[in-house]
Every structure is written in C-alpha cells, then in structure tokens.
C-alpha cells in the first residue's frame, strides 16, 4: 500500500488542527517523579542545608567575615526552597522547576565549597549528590547537565579558592576530586545503561505486540489525559470504536496467521490515517480505538470513510470478505471519562454493526448516553 504524507491524509479536512503535542507514554527528556519522591528530594536539600548551618557554626568558633556569607547565602536558600516547595505542591510537573533547583543546589554548593575551612573541601562531596539525586529523578537528560554543570561548579570554585596559593593543594584534595570524578563517571555509565534497559521495556510494555500500536492501558491512560485537557482547554475530542466485520469467517476459513495478517494490515491502515496527535490502539481482539485531538465528529467522520475504503480495497485485493464498523462520540459532550464515552460508543458501534446505517459509521445518540 501507497505510504501517504500527513498533509495527504488530512486534506479536505481543515478543522483538524496539526499541532505537535506531548502524547500520555511517549519518551520526552525530563522523567516526571512521583510527588512522594520530589518530597524526599525537598527533604535532603533541607537536611544538607541544616548540616550546613551546623558545619559553619558550631564545628568552628570563631566569627568570620567568611560564615556571615555562608549564613546568607544559606537563609536565601532556605527561603528558595520553601518557595520552591510550595510551587511544587500545586504543580507537580513543571520541567523549569526541575531545572532551575538543580542549578540553585549546583550555586549554592559551589559557593560553600570556595568558603569551606579546610584544605580538603569536604563539602565537594555533595555534587555527586546532586548529579545522583536528580539524575536517578529526572532521567539520563538531566543527569548529563546536572554532571557537566557539576563539573564546570568544581573547576570554578576550586580554581578561585586556591587562586595565589598552589602550596596549598596537597595530594588529598587532587585524590579528593579526582576520586569523586571517577564515582560520577562511572555512575554517568551505569545510568546509561540502565537508561537503555528501561527504554527497551518500556517501550514493549506500551505497544501491542501484533499491531504495533498502543495496548488496551496506555490507550485508556491516553483518554484519560487528553479528555481532561479538552474539557480545560474547551476543546474537543473525537473517539472512535472500530470492529472488523467478518473477521471470524477469516479465522475460520484460512487459519488464525491470515487473521494476525488482516490485523497488521488495518493497524498499518489506522496508523496512516491519524496525526502525530493523534492515538490509536488496539482494545482487544479486532477491536480498535481512535482518539482525535482537536476534532468535532463531521471532521472525524471522513477519517473513519477513509479506514472503512481502504481496508475494502486492499480486502478486495486479497480476496477476503471482510469490513470495518465505527461508532463515534465526542469528549466532553457525550461523556466526561473515559468509561462513560466509552460505553455510549460501543453502543453506536452496535447500532452500525446491525443495522448498517450510515454505511457502518454511527455517531453517539441521545439514546446511547446513559
């Protein structure tokens, strides 16, 4: 079958917006922890900043120019992460957050480290904290910036705090960071890896795998989201219940390998006719569901004419008998979740499979909303 462009499978159709967006499951760069986890990060940036205090204040007695510095710098990083915390409570996803908080730690702990009293700065260690903790967090993206930034902080603050005094750098404190190095490297390594593994299983664990698209969760996770966003946004969503006709005629009459075939064929098909967007998934058997964002139903309804056509041809071709049926809805009109608007279509999905009005395409009626 002829591959076509984007362009082509949604000519004629102009209230169809193409605008790229964030699809629920799909890889993107930062990983977006659990709340209970960025808690336990707001926790550890509290303790260090306390053992900090503690470090500066009572482990030396004297009062220096250098402590009154550190004291400030470290209340405006209390104040920070308080402010920060409370971003976090009522938005849990902001990737700007992330970010910036990262380089706050980096600041900060770089600004200890110029100040630290003794020669072998022990609080050097707490850059492999950072690169660890919001690297294990965040994702290998993150955990790259957070090594290189880490890197360039040490160099910086290392270079001015022994700037006129070389004498000073003894063995331990090469050892020191060449040994802390070495941990993030190898760290930065083993993440990879890890990164890949997780990668591979994540991607199996989302697909099915006969049609290669979205298995029956990720659609369902998938629908959840995107009717939320529409109901937010005032925007709608179009869902379509597809079921192949005939189907167990196929299985029956030629084996169960030209059944997995058919069903390639009408994923590849279903595929094609939607937008990046866009999510299709296998529910089940011969069951196939469509979500198309930003779509009212007379738009949608030519998307499911040109499924319905093209898996006629190529039937044809292959001398089959075999159809498709569709039921539509529409998010939020007929049905604020996704059970809800769920069942109405697979009721329209009944009334076309039976009755074949319309053509084997039916919308949601008063009657199917319960």
Request: some cysteine; proline content about 2%; hydrophobic content about 45%.
């Amino acid at each position: 079958m002829e591959s076509r462009s984007g362009d082509d499978r949604n000519e004629g159709i102009p209230e169809r917006r193409r605008v790229k967006r964030h699809l629920p499951g799909r890889k993107q760069a930062w990983v977006i922890p659990r709340w209970a986890d960025q808690r336990v990060q707001f926790l550890t940036r509290y303790l260090f900043g306390i053992l900090g205090v503690i470090y500066f204040n009572f482990v030396f007695g004297d009062d220096t120019t250098d402590r009154s510095i550190v004291n400030i710098v470290l209340g405006l990083y209390f104040i920070w992460l308080t402010v920060s915390f409370v971003h976090a409570y009522f938005r849990h996803d902001s990737i700007f957050r992330f970010r910036l908080a990262m380089w706050v730690d980096i600041l900060v702990v770089s600004i200890v480290v110029y100040f630290d009293p003794f020669v072998v700065p022990l609080n050097s260690m707490i850059y492999i904290v950072i690169v660890l903790g919001n690297g294990m967090r965040y994702g290998i993206r993150c955990f790259s910036e957070a090594l290189l930034g880490s890197f360039l902080a040490a160099m910086i603050s290392l270079s001015l705090r022994y700037s006129g005094s070389f004498h000073e750098i003894s063995s331990g404190v090469v050892f020191l960071n060449i040994f802390g190095g070495i941990i993030l490297v190898y760290a930065y390594i083993l993440m990879r890896r890890v990164d890949a593994s997780h990668k591979v299983v994540e991607h199996s664990s989302r697909l099915d795998p006969l049609t290669g698209l979205v298995n029956r969760r990720i659609l369902q996770d998938a629908a959840t989201a995107m009717i939320d966003e529409a109901q937010r946004s005032g925007s709608v969503l179009t869902i379509m219940f597809a079921d192949l006709d005939s189907f167990k005629q196929v299985n029956d009459s030629f084996g169960h390998n030209e059944g997995d075939r058919v069903l390639i064929e009408v994923a590849n098909i279903i595929r094609q006719a939607v937008r990046d967007q866009d999510v299709a998934g296998r529910y089940g058997g011969d069951e196939f569901v469509l979500l198309l964002r930003d779509t009212p139903l007379d738009a949608a309804r030519p998307v499911a004419r040109r499924i319905q056509q093209q898996l006629s041809e190529w039937a044809e071709k292959n001398a089959l008998e075999i159809g498709i049926s569709i039921g539509m809805g529409e998010a939020p009109t007929h049905g604020n979740n996704f059970k809800s608007l769920m069942g109405a279509v697979d009721r329209a999905l009944y009334r076309s499979k039976f009755s074949r009005e319309n053509g084997g395409i039916s919308t949601v009626t008063a009657e199917d909303i319960v």
